[in-house]
């Protein structure tokens, strides 16, 4: 790949990097509640699944996700329960209080490896952006489309990374100013609101 393709890759994803989406809003929750440490092992798992997921579309395994409208479906529903779920992790010991399951701040600090990969598993608008992705980038005639492919999935996966960070940090900056408990509390009520809106997000243009 030349510079120049770099750079146009780079200048195509930064929009859909750190503008908001499921995954960014996933890791600023984390790290608004708990903290940039318990995002690692989620950062981990999202990001190991992103690198297999885009290489596999890349070489073109995976075309069926993105072209079978049932398979695409069931996809989005499973995600979006997921979803939901995890909005449910954060309303539980909020509404209990910090002397059942500790202060809400530490609502997600169960959340790991698998949790992080499955957000991304469980969205199908991830599939289609890497598929698009590849469509505009993967043009023939390529002297080593297989190393082009590897390349392209590295910088997706980096760049996707580092925008995740950066949501991450900012979202446990955010909570840095809010330090009382009841604060915390409707905290975690909030983010459960934006998991929920979130949910419906990555379902509701797919199913209908």
Known sequence: ????????????????????????????????????????????????????VTLLIGIGMGVT????????????????????????????PARRGASDEGTPSEAVTHVGFWSGAIVLLLNPKAYYIIAVMFAQFIRPPLDDEVL???????????????????WTLAGSALTALFRGERAKKWINYFFAATLVGVAVWMVVPILI
């Open 148 to 166: 082009t492919v590897v390349l392209i999935t590295v910088i997706f996966t980096l760049n996707n990374l580092v925008a995740f960070l950066a």
């Open 1 to 52: 790949m030349s510079a120049e393709t770099v750079i146009a890759l780079l200048v195509f994803l930064f929009p859909l990097a750190y503008s908001p989406g499921p995954g960014n809003a996933f890791f600023a929750i984390i790290g608004a509640t708990s903290g940039l440490r318990a995002a690692t092992r989620p950062l981990v798992g999202y990001h190991v699944a992103t690198f297999a």
């Open 65 to 92: 996700l993105v072209a079978n409208p049932v398979i695409a479906k069931a996809i989005a529903a499973a995600g979006s329960l997921y979803v939901l779920w995890l909005a449910w992790t954060f309303v539980r």
